[in-house]
Nanobody
């Protein structure tokens, strides 16, 4: 069992920045990949970025060059730094990992105004 607790998010103007953090607890020694997904109203949940325990990252094309995912294995946290935000980044953002089962955080709202 893994628990994921997110923090950060909020309202920002286009061009601004936000930082999301996710803290994992429970069977964290089994975690390899951690990531962030987002879901906008009326759309499917999509992968934003992911990072392996060794630091290999993967980004959606829509956020490359603007978002940075990082990880602190000692603290079992993953962070998403979001810069140059656009209105189309507006969504609920979810922290995710998978150990046989999918584990999700509670979600945090990010709203970017134009």
């Amino acid at each position: 069992q893994v628990q994921l607790v997110e923090s950060g998010g909020g309202l920002v103007q286009a061009g601004g920045s936000l930082r999301l953090s996710c803290a994992a607890s429970g069977s964290v020694f089994r975690i390899n990949v951690m990531g962030w997904y987002r879901q906008a109203p009326g759309k499917q949940r999509e992968l934003v970025a992911s990072i392996t325990k060794s630091g290999t990252t993967n980004y959606a094309d829509s956020v490359k060059g603007r978002f940075t995912i990082s990880r602190d294995n000692a603290k079992n946290t993953v962070t998403l730094q979001m810069n140059s935000l656009k209105p189309e980044d507006t969504a609920v953002y979810y922290c995710h990992t998978m150990i046989t089962l999918n584990y999700w955080g509670q979600g945090t709202q990010v709203t970017v105004s134009s």
